[in-house]
């Protein structure tokens, strides 16, 4: 209006909804629409510069409120542009700002795994806010047609429910879409374990193998793949006759026991001391021929240049032993773990000797897993109670 105080016939005041209440200096705005709703609006950073956001609401209170909390995970670092983010863009930054550091190196590749193997490939194209239970459901079905374990969907499921919870947590999604899904059931895994016959002709197919020891180990004292490449000629006491198993090879890094039960000290019988000291004497033979080359990690099992042993490069090995014992190709190198627990239980050995040999987290683990593969574990009931009483 001139300040004359006269109004030209031109003049017309602003409308209501076009009023706006500034509140500061980067501290965002509200006004009212036609329709009767209040309108809040600020201003964000992006890497293509700044953006203006909008929120909606009722009253004007209720937009003031959802102003300030919006503006504070702004300032806080938290803002995302979730509008269009999709699934696969959400679980890289996840993968990269969340997990990586917070986990082992050895989880954060086995998350990164089951992103890329089967997330992505699935639902990474649907946006992150558009996801709906029914799509995660519809994942771990497919899942399961294509014949993978329950016990893989699961562990997708694990992982896709942590990501998603942390989506919560910064306020890009209401709520958990796979807090509403059913996932499989987790179904037995099936071990094959050796019998003794079956256990003799490998070990005779392994004679003058490069890794015979590593086979004979494995029966003899049922650690894992991963511990037995990872084992050192200063974890091992020939005179003492005892090793120590304190770490694992695992996805190219040596990282220790999940469990303290994993840490654990390990008598050596007459034939694994026997194989161990001929592998020592042709290892040094090797160093000897490779000095140029050979790299000296201190291991018991490592490559022929004495870097740590590739798995992939183990089982290669494993299966030309099992052709040459006229054994099936499907025997696992980790069945040789389940092969040393079988013997011992079924030689009545007490299961808290094989817990602690194994470095089982509790007797009722190693009760679970071997008790129905050994009739003689559950039977003998009723004829033990008529001995007790009779």
Not at 187 to 214: K, N, S, V, W, Y
Request: proline fraction near 5%; charge should be positive; include cysteine.
């Amino acid at each position: 209006m001139p300040r004359n105080g006269t109004i030209p016939r031109h003049y017309k005041p602003a409308k209501k909804e076009q009023i706006v209440a500034k509140r500061g200096n980067n501290e965002g705005s509200i006004s009212k629409r036609k329709d009767g709703r209040w309108m809040g609006r600020y201003t964000v950073y992006t890497a293509n510069g700044p953006k203006q956001k909008s929120i909606y609401g009722k009253t004007r209170e209720e937009v003031a409120q959802k102003l300030t909390k919006a503006m504070a995970d702004r300032d806080g670092g938290l803002y995302f542009e979730a509008e269009n983010l999709t699934i696969s863009a959400f679980l890289e930054r996840w993968l990269n700002d969340s997990v990586r550091g917070s986990v082992r190196a050895s989880t954060y590749k086995s998350y990164r795994r089951q992103v890329d193997r089967y997330i992505v490939p699935a639902i990474g194209r649907t946006k992150l806010k558009k996801l709906a239970p029914a799509h995660v459901q519809g994942l771990y079905r497919s899942m399961l047609d294509r014949g993978l374990a329950t016990r893989t969907v699961q562990y997708t499921h694990a992982v896709l429910r942590r990501a998603m919870k942390q989506a919560v947590r910064w306020g890009m999604i209401p709520r958990n879409p796979c807090d509403d899904t059913d996932p499989p059931k987790l179904q037995r895994e099936e071990i094959r374990p050796l019998d003794r016959e079956q256990a003799c002709r490998l070990l005779e197919a392994a004679e003058g193998d490069r890794l015979e020891a590593l086979y004979k180990l494995a029966l003899h004292t049922g650690m894992r793949p991963g511990e037995l490449l990872a084992l050192r000629w200063e974890d091992v006491d020939l005179d003492g006759k005892t090793l120590r198993v304190s770490r694992a090879l695992s996805e190219g890094q040596f990282t220790p026991p999940k469990r303290a039960k994993s840490r654990r000290s390990i008598d050596l019988n007459a034939g694994s001391i026997t194989a161990l000291r001929a592998h020592r004497k042709r290892q040094l033979e090797e160093m000897m021929q490779k000095a140029g080359l050979w790299q000296d990690y201190g291991l018991v099992f490592p490559s022929n240049v004495g870097t740590p042993l590739s798995h992939r490069n183990v089982v290669r090995s494993f299966k030309a032993v099992l052709h040459r014992a006229g054994l099936p190709s499907s025997v696992r190198l980790y069945d040789l773990r389940h092969t040393c627990a079988t013997l011992l239980l079924s030689r009545n050995v007490h299961p808290k000797y094989v817990q602690e040999l194994l470095g089982h987290a509790s007797i009722a683990l190693t009760l679970d897993t071997y008790s129905h593969v050994l009739p003689s574990m559950k039977s003998g009931t009723a004829s033990a109670m008529e001995e007790a009483l009779g």
